[in-house]
């Protein structure tokens, strides 16, 4: 066992599947000779080789283009984009290419990519940085969607990712890239995708999160001290997402709140609530809440704590939903 970091944890992953797959191949901006912007590839280049961790000239299209052909071809890339709001000039490719190879080829071919990137906001960014568009690749076919949020599961479900033959879409939540220590096995491990992590059980009340929030989750249940017995989950895949184990907590608990820091309309809590409509509307106690972003662009640094979900307003959530 390893005390380790998101950050740690994602190179620890990388390295683990290039020693083991020499088709494995690591690209994206500065990712070789600088160890890429937040350090999650530092050193591996010099391990590994500039032929298996590859400087790519900035332009994402381009990026993602190159890991479909070779992806195609018999590699396995993984793409990183440096910001997550740099990913929608890399929608093309993804839309049209990779989430269709497998339909398009009838099953001759598939695309096992992963495109890595940083999101969300609390860091303070610039523009286009620190954007949450989860609910836009879960939208569509052919992709998977996964968000980590601690050290043990970003080394597993990236693994997992890795060894996927279909395109995964792994967005690394760097508000807590290194807020989050854990002990996490150095040997071989995958977290499979698809399966939610019950993190807490309880029998009042559901929570639901992914990513970041899942932290802010946490810091919310801790300041209840015990009011509601509550359940969190942390949905870990967002396509495909765990639907059974939803509904079996909101089955048992007849209430949910639902966590997520992107914008709230079309947001994924939306399909979340009409899959807990379709299993288990009679369980229900009270309608699901959700705690969202507001529907605008996100802002600049000094509004962010207003834009940004936080435990105040998951607590508010909670007592509505327990005073329906």
Request: hydrophobic share 45%; with cysteine.
């Amino acid at each position: 066992m390893v005390v380790t970091n998101i950050v740690q944890a994602v190179t620890m992953g990388l390295r683990q599947e290039l020693a083991r797959d020499k088709n494995v191949v690591v690209m994206g901006e500065d990712v070789g000779l600088n160890g890429g912007v937040f350090r999650a590839t530092d050193g591996l280049q010099k391990e590994f080789g500039a032929d298996r961790v590859v400087d790519t000239p900035l332009a994402e299209l381009s990026i993602v283009g190159c890991a479909i052909g070779m992806a195609v071809n018999g590699l396995r890339p993984v793409a990183e984009i440096q910001f997550s709001g740099f990913m929608y000039s890399t929608f093309d490719q993804l839309l049209s290419h990779a989430g269709r190879i497998r339909m398009r080829s009838r099953g001759r071919f598939t695309c096992p990519i992963v495109v890595r990137t940083p999101y969300g906001g609390g860091i303070r960014a610039l523009e286009l940085h620190c954007e949450s568009g989860e609910a836009i690749f879960a939208h569509t076919p052919g992709l998977k969607m996964v968000v980590p949020s601690n050290p043990y599961d970003t080394k597993g479900l990236l693994a997992a990712a890795i060894r996927d033959p279909d395109p995964v879409i792994f967005y690394e939540p760097m508000r807590i890239y290194r807020a989050i220590k854990q002990d996490i096995p150095e040997k071989d491990y995958i977290v499979p995708l698809g399966k939610a992590n019950v993190i807490q059980e309880g029998d009042d009340l559901t929570l639901i999160s992914w990513g970041a929030m899942v932290k802010t989750c946490q810091e919310a249940v801790e300041k209840l001290n015990n009011k509601y017995s509550v359940e969190l989950v942390d949905l870990r895949t967002i396509n495909p997402y765990d639907a059974e184990a939803i509904a079996d907590s909101v089955k048992k608990t007849g209430r949910c709140v639902i966590v997520h820091e992107a914008i709230r309309t079309g947001g994924f809590a939306a399909e979340l609530i009409a899959s807990i409509n379709e299993k288990v509307l009679l369980s229900l106690e009270a309608p699901v809440i959700r705690i969202t972003a507001p529907d605008v662009p996100f802002p600049l640094a000094k509004l962010e704590n207003y834009f940004l979900p936080d435990a105040t307003r998951i607590l508010k959530g909670i007592e509505r939903v327990m005073s329906y």
